[in-house]
């Protein structure tokens, strides 16, 4: 439930619905808002996804770590951030019951389309099943505004029977994310950025035998020793590393402080992708 830059009029609702925010899936899915769209209380993040083949738009840096906790989760298919509960009848009768004001433009006095942060599409032994998520500062939860439109959110998707739950920074700002989020930024491939899988697998290669030959060298030494051996610049090989970790073909402790830092001896390298 981000705060908008510019005034929301019923005229720029419209014009957001005929272009098809809040609608599609994968690929496909447009969010009712992206960062152009909202000023952000920190950062923002345009992040492309190989999961879901599109560039998410989050809109705080706790919005991205919860971002990357879903991309990591296997069972989870598909991403929606900026989800609208675009039904604004319903969203103003919900609020009239809980005796609460519906969020409006401070502009235009129109009522603003309320949003879900994340609804994940999750494939489980039942098919599959939808998600929604909120995302929040840990000390906002303390604020009674904020309160009550998380209580509107939240009987919504009640009333759609959509698992609902909020996430704050102290769930998802973690040595965890922080290492997935370095990731994540290594170059993973998208429409402008082609990788050669034939060099990572060289590397990929490579750090096997160096797990073999000297199993206590810190991951950074090995994949420098790799980038002389194979002639190239300092850093490739680091580089090959972290896109076959987000790929999972190479596997880490992710809960360790600096991955660069552990033995490359404990790195767990599957078998089929040598």
């Not at 929301?8 to 619905?17: A, D, V």
């Not at 906790?69 to 598909?78: A, G, I, N, S």
């Not at 090995?222 to 051996?229: E, L, M, P, Q």
């Amino acid at each position: 439930m981000a705060r908008r830059r510019y005034g929301f009029t019923e005229q720029k609702i419209l014009r957001f619905i005929k272009q098809g925010r809040g609608k599609g899936t994968g690929a496909s899915y447009k969010p009712w808002l992206t960062v152009a769209d909202v000023p952000s209380l920190g950062r923002v993040h345009r992040v492309y996804c190989p999961k879901t083949g599109r560039t998410h738009h989050l809109l705080s840096d706790n919005e991205y770590y919860a971002f990357l906790l879903q991309w990591w989760d296997d069972e989870v298919v598909d991403i929606r951030e900026q989800f609208p509960l675009v039904d604004r009848r319903e969203t103003l009768e919900i609020a009239a019951l809980c005796n609460v004001r519906h969020p409006v433009d401070p502009i235009s006095g129109a009522l603003w389309v309320m949003t879900t942060d994340l609804v994940l599409t999750r494939r489980t032994s039942r098919g599959t099943e939808t998600a929604a998520y909120a995302v929040k500062q840990a000390e906002a939860l303390a604020d009674d505004r904020t309160l009550e439109k998380l209580e509107i959110e939240r009987r919504y998707w009640e009333r759609h029977e959509v698992p609902w739950s909020v996430l704050t920074d102290r769930e998802v700002k973690t040595t965890f994310t922080r290492n997935l989020a370095w990731i994540l930024d290594s170059g993973q491939p998208d429409a402008g950025n082609t990788v050669d899988d034939g060099a990572d697998m060289a590397v990929y290669r490579e750090l096997a035998m160096e797990r073999q030959a000297r199993p206590h060298a810190p991951v950074r030494i090995a994949c420098g020793a790799i980038d002389g051996k194979l002639g190239r610049r300092p850093g490739i090989a680091l580089a090959a590393l972290r896109r076959l970790l987000g790929t999972k073909q190479v596997r880490a402790d992710l809960r360790a402080r600096f991955i660069q830092e552990l033995p490359v001896g404990d790195l767990s390298i599957s078998g089929g992708a040598a």
